[in-house]
């Protein structure tokens, strides 16, 4: 059901655009107001999806009200309805913040199709809300200890700055939800975020997918194609096992870093881009530095701030909350209700040498949940939690 408040002082008007409405679209919740003041404390007291609101009115015109809704709700959709002499304040709106404007007397088609438009926008604008909130979820960090309590804070005061980040830690310690986070909490979370995992790309390939190629660079280059940096151009590019890359893209990532420019495979002119680069490794670059296997000036580059995950041993106070979250998780996705850890289990659980950190950890509670009995038992662990 779709929520919609007719802001209009002359009756004759407000009484057609309710009929109309409500004979289009029997789903239709339709309030009124008669001045913009009485519509303002009801937007307030309300949720609506839409709200049709006059330009001339007395108390509180149409235009007042449009700049008070916008300072506490930049989403609602709201069309002005604007007599003849209107016109030119109806469209200035729009550069307000307005959806649209319709006319006096309304257009049976034009009022419908506005009205359809900014319904669909506005529902957009939720389901949009939802996916994010997904989203969030999905990359949340569990746990509230020291170890991982700082890295929140680390992540906290860096989001929202454009400096470069280098995340290390063991592998398996979630060092990708720390990228994440940084960039959801940033300006750029509207833009996308493209991860490449260097460590999964040949050496040959490694350029070609960073930078892209153009056509006829290389035998299989039947046409030209945008690299990782050109599509995150303005969001977010995230090189997973930064350590596993090859020294020549290693060089090409540095000019890009500095220049702030990419030149595509077998291309002649530069591309100008607007990326933050988010680097991770479970190397010691310090090591492959003084081994020659990477460049000590990218490092540099890359490490401006540093964030180290700590391994799920150095933070054995969060696994309670772990298998509580992996447990609900595994039971949404296998369709099954929730299964509890006995307080043996989860002790039990907490002794354990996590060599492989959270990854271990997730696939241990899935075992378990599917192996185990009822509730699961300090037995269930011994016999199915077994390295």
Known sequence: MSKILIIEDEDSIRRVLIKILREENESYEVDEAVDGVIGLEKIKENDYDLVLCDIKMPRMDGVELLE??????????????????????????????????????????????????????????????????????????????????????MIDKVAKTDARVLITGPNGTGKELVAHQLHEKSDRSGAPMIEVNCAAIPSELIESELFGHVK?????????????????????????????????????????????????????????????????????????????????????RLAVILINVPSLNDRRTDIPALIEHFASKIAEEHGNTVKNFSKK??????????????????????????????????????????K
């Open 345 to 386: 289990a989860i002790v039990l659980l907490q002794e354990y040498d996590w060599t492989g950190n959270i990854r271990e950890l997730r696939n241990v509670i899935e075992r378990l949940i599917i192996l185990g009995g009822n509730e699961i038992s300090e037995n269930d662990v011994r016999v199915f939690a077994s």
């Open 68 to 153: 008070a809704v916008k300072k506490f709700d930049t989403e609602i959709p709201i069309v002005m309805i604007s007599g003849h002499g209107d016109m030119e304040t109806a469209i200035n709106t729009m550069r307000m913040g307005a959806f649209d404007y319709i006319s006096k007397p309304p257009d049976l088609n034009r009022l419908l199709n506005t009205v359809r438009n900014a319904l669909d926008r506005k529902k957009l604008v939720v389901e949009n809300k939802i996916l994010k909130k997904k989203v969030n979820k999905k990359y949340q960090i569990i746990g509230e200890s020291d170890a991982i309590n700082l890295v929140k804070v």
């Open 216 to 300: 006829g660079a290389f035998t299989s280059a039947v046409k030209d194609r945008a690299g990782k940096f050109e599509i995150a151009n303005k969001g977010t590019i995230f090189l997973d096992e930064i350590g596993d890359m090859s020294l020549s893209a290693q060089a090409k990532v540095l000019r890009a870093l500095q220049e702030n420019v990419i030149t595509r495979v077998g291309a002649d002119s530069d591309i100008k881009i607007d990326v933050r680069v988010i680097a991770a490794t479970n190397k010691n670059l310090k090591i492959e530095i003084a081994e020659g296997r990477f460049r000590e000036d990218l490092y540099h």
